[in-house]
């Protein structure tokens, strides 16, 4: 059983929000490859993620697969998952002692996939990476921290419900292809060793 499978039975199994173990159908852990480049991170489960135990699966996630095959890839080439694993109740918004909580799944699962590039979803996702930061102000920006580049965009449901968002959020997907190859060449910068002097 590889690291994630593992992880994916210790989530199941979580009782730390007495509420959202109570409510829930499933656990929605995270689906896509193991050692993905990018990882995409949206909020929390909605009614069909819950149903059905896997991410982004509703309208947001039909916008999602489009998103990512603007730019040559499908789900099983990306990673995807969410802040908080689980659905609170009534699709309201997640409780900061749920993220809490929740936290060491996520971190769990950047350290095993170790990923080149995050891409934050939605303000949740963003305030766990840019805290007290606008995502109005910051989508489409990448940084660089550490050995990853943070790349911030507005949660697919977002041109759900205003239309005039879907053109940005299409413009942000399509620069994710540069960003990663800029990213590589860093790599290789870095990893070269280095000409010593000889004067």
């Known amino acids: 059983m590889s ?8 989530i199941a199994a979580c009782q730390d929000c ?5 409510t829930r159908a499933r656990t929605v852990p995270g689906v896509g490859a193991e050692r993905a ?3 995409f991170i949206g909020e929390a489960p909605g009614f069909h993620e819950d149903q059905q135990g896997l991410p982004f699966v509703g ?8 998103l990512l095959s603007s730019i040559g890839l499908s789900r099983s080439d990306v990673y995807i998952c969410n802040v908080i694993k689980c659905r609170p109740p009534g699709n309201r918004d997640p409780l900061p002692t749920e993220i ?4 060491k799944w996520l971190d769990t699962q950047l350290e095993l ?6 891409v934050t979803l939605g303000r949740y996702s963003l305030a766990k990476f840019f805290p007290g930061e606008a995502i109005s102000k910051i989508h489409g920006k990448e940084r660089r921290i550490n050995n990853a580049v943070y790349y911030p965009m507005y949660h ?7 239309q005039s968002l879907r053109q940005t959020i299409e413009a942000d997907m399509l620069k994710i292809p540069s960003i990663l190859a800029r990213t590589e060449e860093v790599k290789e ?4 060793p280095q000409q010593l002097s000889m004067f």
């Open 189 to 192: 910068e870095e990893s070269k």
């Open 18 to 22: 007495a509420e959202l173990a109570g």
């Open 3 to 10: 690291a994630l499978a593992e992880l994916y039975q210790k």
């Open 37 to 39: 480049q990018i990882v």
């Open 113 to 118: 996939i170790s990923p080149k590039m995050i």
């Open 59 to 66: 309208q947001a996630g039909q916008f999602l697969d489009h």
């Open 100 to 103: 809490n909580n929740c936290q």
């Open 156 to 162: 697919p449901a977002a041109a759900l419900h205003q």
